[in-house]
């Protein structure tokens, strides 16, 4: 009896760990549609009218694992070059759960 209950118990952590994950990530894509797809493009490819203007940068380039979850919340933070900041716009926890939606363009392949 005990070990049904252990089972039950772990299956419903795992569904609210699993539901949780796919709630931020679900917020962190509504964020990028409205902030970042305009000049990034909904694929990450920055292959839009103000992408290219601007020179967004491709998050499906190799370059973009390299770069630190730090330095990359930095940028969205503070902006750079024609990127404008977000630090007044988005909450801390939203800027790291886009950086993580972001990771996703480059594992995603082109």
């Given at each position: 009896m005990k070990h049904v209950i252990r089972k039950a118990v772990a299956s419903a952590a795992l569904v609210v760990v699993v539901s949780l994950s796919a709630r931020a990530q679900s917020e962190a894509e509504t964020i990028y549609k409205a902030k970042c797809?305009?000049?990034?493009?909904?694929?990450g490819s920055a292959n839009t009218k103000a992408g290219k203007?601007?020179?967004?940068?491709?998050?499906?380039?190799?370059?973009?694992?390299?770069?630190?979850?730090?330095?990359?919340?930095?940028?969205v933070t503070k902006g750079k070059k024609k990127m404008p900041k977000f630090e007044e716009k988005l909450k801390p926890k939203e800027i790291k759960e886009l950086v993580a939606y972001i990771r996703g363009f480059s594992r995603k392949g082109q």
């Open positions: 797809a305009g000049c990034h493009g909904l694929d203007n601007t020179g967004a940068h491709d998050f499906r380039a190799p370059d973009t694992d390299t770069e630190s979850d730090a330095n990359l919340v930095q940028i």
